[in-house]
């Protein structure tokens, strides 16, 4: 026979024995009912791996996406050729808690470049207000957010000008006059400052603790009905089918259940991500087009799951013996042996503990990963072990107990495969729960007092400090406002620079109490250790959008003072007289106002107040404990990892019921002649919840040293202490507990149809 022809008939072969297999998937004649019910469960188990592992590669994406846009509406003062600068002034001012940001733009010509979700830059008097501003200032809550918005809306903010659907985020049109920066493009470059090394290392161990338990999944959902399958198989042995041929009609099997678990996974995905906007991720929704993952991401999951499906199903049948005669994995099964099982171990200590993370580097990625995976692949690979040796010796106790212990000793893979999956999510929930634990004391800033929404800070253009002064004055019970210009020196050494204020007698006489106050004279507090020398020249200079420059201040005699400890004020305090020679006609004024009222709604009536003064004038009320970078990195994390958490612990509930039921549905025949000599459905019942008890216990221990280890490693990459909260790890353990009980309660209905009669029926 020629060689074209042996190609035709080995692939004929091939394609004969996977279409068997796929006959066999879906069912045919009286047999079809379970094969679908075979699928079905299969279907479900891998379908939900798929969704999370959708939604875990769509995080990244979403979060660059968001950044993106950020970047993208950030004003760029490199000038352009044939560009004609844009005036730009950011400002924001706040609702009940809500930021709202508002930028003042002045288009110099029609050259001008327009904001990203703009289609054109707003007239002066006119606003372009984003979905949720429009929505807020419509509804009745948006009240008292009106008179701030009162220009013509004359559009709307399109998707790439917002960071999320919940951006409160305006453009108003100004004049001339706007003294904003001058803008020639948007969109600044990406700029990472980078996560610091310890909430890198949280943050990687946390995805990996996440993620594994998913595939620990997708490999056990491909060995459901693995009995009924070897049966099947025994049976084609029967009729002259080949081990090769074997293999291949059970590979088909699996790609069946594979492929339509992709299915169904992308079909739940797409749905899901529509409730994207309604999901609160740092501050904010996302919108349904973030949450999308790369597309090689999505060929390596369409091809990593049905590969794992495959591999999984062809690990089973390795160690059963599939003759024509039966299946010789009926009889005592070979003990298992604990070599192998230690490796995966070994090597995830061996790579955390020679690992030190320092950056962000793609080496050390990889290498975190693949030690904290090794780890947790350990824990489903050593629970056969220990149930094997554990039940062993069990022989003794009551009906119930001794029905679980026997069929234990006979099958100890396929329960301890059941409670496999929660086992590693316990893990590793407890792992990060310490790490998160650990890096608290570093970056939690713990409960935040709250705001005292009764003393805020006044920002005013001098033009109009006397007007917002007598804006303000108006409200019952305000304390009055007295407004200091804020200027900053600079020494002959770059590091030093100093903050002084400047303000009329007035101002001096009420907040120093200088009641011999003279315009022209300098006043320096006794009580001050470091502060400008008499005779000393410095440039002066403001802020405005961009620090600016006033010209050189040659200080004049200081007049020593005592100043009130409860005054507050600079160490310094300057009469306008005293700066002559430099234009402070733009130095803006800050001063603070304090509400003698009680209502809540104070801060909001003294923004109304300044509403008129648009740019001219703010309002803010400060914040005692801003939170640095990393403290906000460290919140965003924890958040994101303790929710990711929702969906795996759903996904472990969902694989629980659905392996607890196949498992059932495969001892139909077994239940049913029990229940046929006599045993009452009730110890058969019992018998069910120890055989899912005794795997649950060896599961906790053994989740709960895993999740230590992992936990005490990661210690020592995020350089953090081992804080071990034994409390969470006991709620964790009962949850997993209760979990594994309730999957158990919700199965015994089928535990009672199972031990009917007709379930002794065979074919």
């Known amino acids: 026979m020629s060689a074209p022809i042996r190609r035709r008939g080995r692939f004929a072969a091939w394609t004969g024995d996977l279409a068997l297999g796929i006959r066999l998937a879906v069912g045919g004649g009286r047999a079809s009912g379970t094969a679908i019910a075979r699928l079905l469960l299969g279907t479900i188990g891998v379908g939900v791996a798929v969704t999370v592992l959708l939604f875990a590669a769509s995080a990244d994406h979403a979060i660059s996406q968001r950044d993106g846009r950020q970047l993208a509406g950030v004003g760029v003062a490199t000038p352009v050729a044939g560009v004609t600068p844009l005036s730009l002034r950011d400002d924001q001012t706040s609702f009940r808690g809500q930021y709202i940001s508002v930028r003042y733009v002045h288009a110099s010509g029609p050259a001008s470049p327009v904001p990203p979700g703009l289609e054109r830059i707003p007239a002066p008097g006119e606003t372009i207000l984003s979905p949720a501003l429009a929505e807020l200032l419509r509804s009745d809550a948006g009240t008292m957010l009106r008179p701030r918005f009162t220009g013509p809306v004359t559009g709307t903010i399109s998707q790439p000008g ?129 949450v999308a993952p790369p597309w090689p991401l999505v060929v390596l999951i369409v091809l990593a799951v049905p590969a794992l ?67 947790l692949v350990g824990v489903p690979a050593l629970l056969p072990w220990l149930l094997e040796r554990a039940v062993a010796r069990l022989s003794v106790g009551r009906p119930a107990f001794q029905l679980a212990v026997r069929r234990l000793q006979l099958d100890s893979g396929t329960p301890a495969r059941v409670v496999a999956g929660l086992a590693v999510v316990l893990a590793g929930a407890i792992a990060l729960q310490s790490l998160l634990t650990g890096q608290a004391q570093a970056f939690d800033p713990g409960p935040r007092p709250q705001r005292d929404d009764t003393q805020m800070s006044v920002d005013a253009d ?21 407004l200091a210009q804020s200027v900053e020196l600079l020494g002959p050494d770059p590091a030093q620079s100093y903050g002084i204020k400047v303000a009329g007698c007035a101002t001096w006489r009420e907040l120093a109490a200088l009641r011999d106050c003279r315009d022209g004279a300098v006043y320096v507090d006794r009580r001050a250790t470091d502060s400008v020398h008499s005779g000393q020249s410095y440039a002066a200079t403001y802020y405005d959008e961009q620090q600016r420059s006033l010209g050189t201040w040659t200080v004049p005699d200081l007049i020593p003072v005592t100043v009130p400890e409860s005054a507050g004020t600079a160490e310094l305090m300057v009469t306008p007289g005293a700066m002559a020679g430099l234009d402070l006609s733009r130095v803006w004024a800050t001063g603070t106002v304090k509400a003698g009222s009680s209502n809540p709604d104070f801060a909001e009536a003294a923004r109304n107040a300044l509403a008129p003064f648009a740019w001219h004038a703010s309002l803010y009320v400060p914040d005692p404990f801003p939170l640095s970078s990393s403290q906000r990195a460290y919140l965003a994390i924890r958040a994101g990892l303790l929710a990711a958490s929702v969906f795996t612990l759903l996904l472990a509930g969902v694989s629980l019921l659905v392996l607890g039921l196949e498992q059932l549905r495969e001892r139909r025949r077994t239940i049913a002649m029990l229940a046929a000599t006599g045993v009452p459905v009730r110890v058969l019942a019992r018998s069910v919840v120890w055989q899912n008890a005794i795997p649950l216990v060896l599961g906790i221990v053994t989740a709960v040293v895993a999740g230590i280890g992992v936990a005490a490693l990661g210690a020592r990459l995020t350089r953090s202490s081992l804080v071990v909260d034994w409390l969470a790890v006991g709620v964790l353990s009962a949850a997993a507990a209760a979990l594994v009980l309730l999957v158990t309660v919700v199965t015994l209905p089928s535990l009672r149809g199972a031990a009917r009669l007709a379930s002794m029926r065979t074919e």
């Open 162 to 290: 917002l960071a999320n659907p919940d951006d409160l985020r305006a453009y108003v049109g100004a004049d001339a006059s706007l003294p904003g920066k001058q803008v020639y493009s948007f969109g600044a470059p990406t700029e990472s400052a980078g996560l610091d090394p310890g909430l890198l290392a949280l943050l990687i161990i946390g995805i990996v603790s996440l993620l594994a338990p998913v595939f620990v999944f997708v490999a056990t959902s491909a060995r459901i009905a693995g009995a009924e399958r070897d049966r099947r198989l025994a049976a084609l042995r029967l009729v002259g089918s080949d081990l090769p041929q074997v293999r291949r009609i059970a590979a088909a099997e699996s790609l069946v259940t594979a492929a339509a678990g992709l299915v169904l996974g992308a079909g739940a995905f797409l749905a899901l991500r529509q409730l994207a906007p309604s999901v609160q991720v740092r501050q904010g929704g996302l919108f349904v087009d973030d």
């Open 309 to 375: 499906s495959v591999l999984s199903t062809l690990a089973a049948l390795r160690g059963t013996a599939i003759e024509p005669l039966g299946v010789v994995r009926r009889t005592k099964p070979i003990k298992r042996r604990l070599w192998w099982r230690l490796i995966p171990i070994l090597a995830g200590i061996a790579v955390l503990c020679t690992l030190t993370v320092r950056d962000s580097s793609t080496l050390t990625t990889i290498a975190v990963v693949g030690g904290v995976a090794c780890l």
């Open 462 to 482: 001098p033009s109009a400090g006397g007007a917002v002064t007598a804006a303000l004055a108006k409200l019952p019970g305000v304390s009055p406002l007295h």
